[in-house]
């Protein structure tokens, strides 16, 4: 198949191009910066040579939008917003003006649509979307709001020939670095991986190898369109989620933090208190369904699996000369 991937220079984006292209895919992304082959310029915002691309493609992955892991200023909120809508609605331009639209436009959305819950899972069906509970700071509404434009501006796009899913994605966890497990595992290993305010909040996550078979499974998948949740079938309690981190890696203790101590350390790594506090429990109820079968379900063992290839890849790296 031939694949495009705008915004497909990032963390997922890396994930998604390696394991394609060695499945032996064609895969061409579309960057703000290109500088590898099969990499093509665009800026995100309007059409342009580089709908070329997805002229007779297969299929379109869009990851593009302004990163997470930055401080929630009132600027940055607004690039979120308006990087992920612009993106979306080029896409849709593009793929609604070209000859020989792709069958299926895979279009990246997030798990933090849902609602700051801990009584009950939330799958496509029967899950709560955010922006009104009460206690939670008022700006945690305005993400859920970004992750609603994002996903109606694929939805208004009009590509009648183009099958729409709207990947739901909890945290894609790899071993690379700079990605949230690159994060998580450094805390650990400093000795600050314990519970946040209380820990009872629920993480959920999605093995970086799940992920991409997610991809593939709903780019086969003719049936499905949508808002799918990619995430692994069992969230734990982010007490539970980092012991098993710790664990994994052989840290013994991982001291707690408050929430003022969290909204010090988040402001530290130039980060947000909302990746930390807010109870993202979401399952996969329209995969489960449709019959994916997760290879790696729990977290434990998922914990053991990323420190095992974070080890060999720094094992195998070649050390300083001279």
Known sequence: MKIVIPGGTGQVG???NRALTAA?????VLTRRPARDREIRWDGETLGPWAEAIDGCDVVVNLAGRSVSCRYTPANLRAMMDSRVHSA???GEAIAAVARPPRVWLQMSTATIYAHRFDAPNDEASGVLGGTEPGVPGYWAYSVEIAKAWEQAQQRAETPCTRKVALRSAMVMSPD????????LRLA???????VAGGTQYVSWIHDHDFVRAVEFLADRDDLAGPVNLAAPFPVPQRTFMRALRTAWGVPVGLP???WMAELGAFALRSDT?????SRRVVPGR???AGFAFDHTQWPDTAKDLVRRVRHTRRSRPGPTG
Do not use: N, Q, S, W
Request: aromatic content about 2%.
């Open 257 to 259: 933090a408050t929430k």
């Open 274 to 278: 909302e990746l930390l506090l807010k």
């Open 177 to 184: 670095r700079g990605g949230v497990f690159d994060v998580l």
């Open 14 to 16: 890396t994930i998604l």
């Open 24 to 28: 032996g895919h064609e895969v061409v």
């Open 287 to 289: 995969l489960l369904e």
């Open 189 to 195: 290993r400093l000795g600050l991986g314990g519970p």
């Open 89 to 91: 609605r080029v896409v």
